[in-house]
């Protein structure tokens, strides 16, 4: 399969007392999106695909408390096309 290089964007839409809730886009078909950081919790969804130009939002539960900003810096997208 020949994927297109994405351009995967986000933003923290909302940081309540124990999750973070973000919004996804990107510009092209991505496969296999994996979101991760060394903090500490779970996302709502992981390995998913996505499709151009239509809004994920995804929630990370937090088990322990992390700002916005840290969590931002830490936070990595991968994806099937960068995976190889």
């Given at each position: ?7 995967i ?67 990595s ?8």
């Amino acid at each position: 399969m020949k994927l297109t290089e994405p351009n995967i964007n986000y933003k923290i839409l909302n940081q309540e007392e124990n999750r973070i809730v973000l919004e996804i886009c990107t510009d092209v078909l991505v496969k296999d999106v994996r979101l991760k950081t060394p903090a500490k919790g779970r996302f709502s969804n992981n390995y998913f695909d996505m499709v151009p130009n239509k809004n994920y939002t995804v929630y990370f539960n937090l088990e322990v408390p992390i700002s916005s900003g840290e969590f931002k810096n830490s936070l990595s997208i991968v994806s099937l096309y960068n995976s190889y």
